[in-house]
């Protein structure tokens, strides 16, 4: 997998689905371009993350076959006033992420709507598996938490370690531990539900 850093705060996920595309796809060029593109079919606006719905119909348009799992289907924002956003914006972004779930729903891409442990994350990996993965990012950098997209698509057994498309730094070996630290603080230090796409 080649890297890519994103250019915005907001389009880590564009980003990251980029890399997934790319990788699949050389022709799909790792672009600024590509990135906004991407960026612009998934935003959940006025906020201005990327819905994991509008990722997966954009990787299905390109010819991929992703699965989404995903512990609940409705959108969610809990610490939303800490980033200067209001109920009804993030109200709208709800409805903007249900099109998004219209879409993928039409286009027949798979969701599983259920828990899932970090284990389930690695032996997917080691079975070859690309995944788009929502973890605590901050885990990884020792910085206050943050939500975020990463790519997981390789692991050695023999260091116990993770090879990771971040958009922020790009390939990085990440330690086993040290990403179930990132998976599991989604949940108990940022109030986020576990979602990722699977390729």
Avoid: C
Avoid at 28 to 47: G, M
Avoid at 147 to 172: L, W
């Amino acid at each position: 997998m080649k890297e890519y850093l994103r250019t915005t705060p907001f389009t880590t996920a564009a980003s990251s689905l980029m890399a997934v595309i790319n990788h699949f796809n050389p022709e799909f060029k790792l672009s600024r371009e590509n990135e906004f593109l991407i960026w612009l079919n998934s935003a959940t606006l006025p906020v201005r993350a990327s819905s994991i719905y509008g990722l997966a119909v954009f990787a299905k348009k390109q010819g991929l076959n992703p699965i989404i799992v995903l512990e609940e289907k409705d959108y969610d924002y809990p610490d939303y006033r800490f980033k200067g956003y209001k109920k009804k914006e993030v109200e709208t972004a709800k409805f903007t992420s249900q099109l998004y779930y219209k879409e993928a729903k039409q286009l027949k891409i798979p969701m599983e709507e259920r828990g899932f442990e970090f284990k389930e994350v690695k032996e997917l990996v080691k079975k070859g598996k690309v995944i788009i993965l929502r973890i605590n990012e901050g885990a990884l950098r020792e910085r206050k938490s943050t939500s975020k997209y990463i790519v997981v698509f390789g692991y050695d057994k023999d260091k116990k370690e993770f090879s990771v498309m971040d958009a922020k730094q790009g390939i990085v070996k990440v330690k086993d531990e040290l990403l179930k630290e990132a998976f599991e603080t989604l949940a108990t230090k940022k109030k986020r539900n576990h979602e990722m796409m699977v390729f």
